[in-house]
């Protein structure tokens, strides 16, 4: 299936002065060539992944980049599928990341985020981290799980649970000894990191980079030979890629501190958090929660549905 199929990231921040009307189009598209994924439509751009067959997605771009904003959009390509995705979703948000009121934080033109970080290709990190060295600073700019179990070697990792925790945490005291240092912010797909840089530089980060295509482009290019470790996490049924069978396994279980890489749902299903747990933890159905709170409220749930 894998070698018909793929998955495409891409985002590009741009005025849009009528999301709905790109909304619909984008959907009508996506549908007419049985994508399947999630995209999101702002005035400040665009941010979408979509699964399907090659040759379709390769349509996908072509008709894409016929909208004048999109022209130069970059398109990131993964291993994967539709099957990947439950359905199509073409949503229009007021946010294309979902930071706290990040409308007010930046502004955007034909060109994307104004001052935002300068964007490092793969081959350049490599030669500031050379030159540079120990004053580089990897910052993670995803939420704390997905660091948990990859990252890049002596990352900063803010304690965030969601991207609102950014502002407070870049407005804390905790990270005043690197301010003066150089930056590389990095994220996913890069689309985080021209945010979190442009909030970084407004207070009082001297020197930002961001990873250009984020973590997705980096393990193109040096896949587990390079500065990066661990794996990714990713927001479709994957749940986790690795870039190839020699990536290190940096996660620990929550219960037995084992080596893993795994994520469960939190067996209460009012629960939207996720569970890093060893293959062998999950045998015990009592494991598969967040916290004991979550296995209380389970079962108190249960017991009243008698």
Not at 31 to 41: A, E, F, P
Not at 50 to 70: M, N, P
Not at 223 to 249: I, N, Q
Request: charged share 30%; net charge neutral; proline share 2%.
């Amino acid at each position: 299936m894998y070698d018909m199929q793929k998955i495409l990231l891409y985002y590009k921040f741009t005025p849009i002065a009528d999301p709905h009307t790109v909304m619909l189009w984008q959907k009508t598209l996506t549908d007419s060539l049985s994508l399947r994924g999630r995209i999101l439509v702002s005035n400040d751009g665009i941010n979408g992944t979509v699964g399907g067959d090659i040759d379709d997605l390769k349509r996908y771009i072509k008709e894409t980049k016929k909208f004048e904003g999109f022209k130069g959009m970059v398109f990131k390509w993964s291993i994967g599928s539709r099957e990947d995705f439950p359905r199509m979703s073409v949503k229009v948000r007021r946010e294309l990341v979902g930071f706290q009121n990040s409308e007010d934080e930046f502004d955007v033109n034909a060109d994307g985020v104004v001052g935002g970080g300068k964007h490092l290709k793969p081959k350049q990190v490599h030669e500031l981290v050379e030159q540079y060295g120990d004053d580089v600073i990897f910052f993670d700019g995803r939420n704390a799980h997905e660091a948990s179990i990859g990252r890049f070697k002596n990352a900063v990792v803010p304690n965030t649970n969601t991207s609102r925790d950014f502002i407070a945490e870049l407005e804390s005291d905790k990270y005043n000894d690197i301010k003066d240092k150089k930056v590389i912010t990095y994220c996913t797909g890069g689309i985080r990191c021209e945010v979190i840089s442009s909030m970084m530089k407004k207070r009082g980060f001297k020197d930002v980079y961001q990873i250009d295509g984020g973590i997705v482009k980096y393990g193109e290019s040096y896949g587990d030979d390079g500065l990066w470790e661990g794996a990714l996490r990713v927001f479709d049924d994957r749940m986790t890629v690795r870039f190839s069978d020699r990536a290190k396994t940096i996660g620990v279980c929550t219960h037995c501190s084992g080596k893993t890489s795994n994520f469960e749902n939190c067996a209460h299903t009012e629960c939207n958090d996720l569970v890093l747990i060893c293959e062998s933890c999950t045998a015990d159905t009592q494991l598969l929660f967040h916290t004991e709170d979550c296995r209380k409220a389970d079962q108190a749930k249960t017991k009243a549905a008698q």
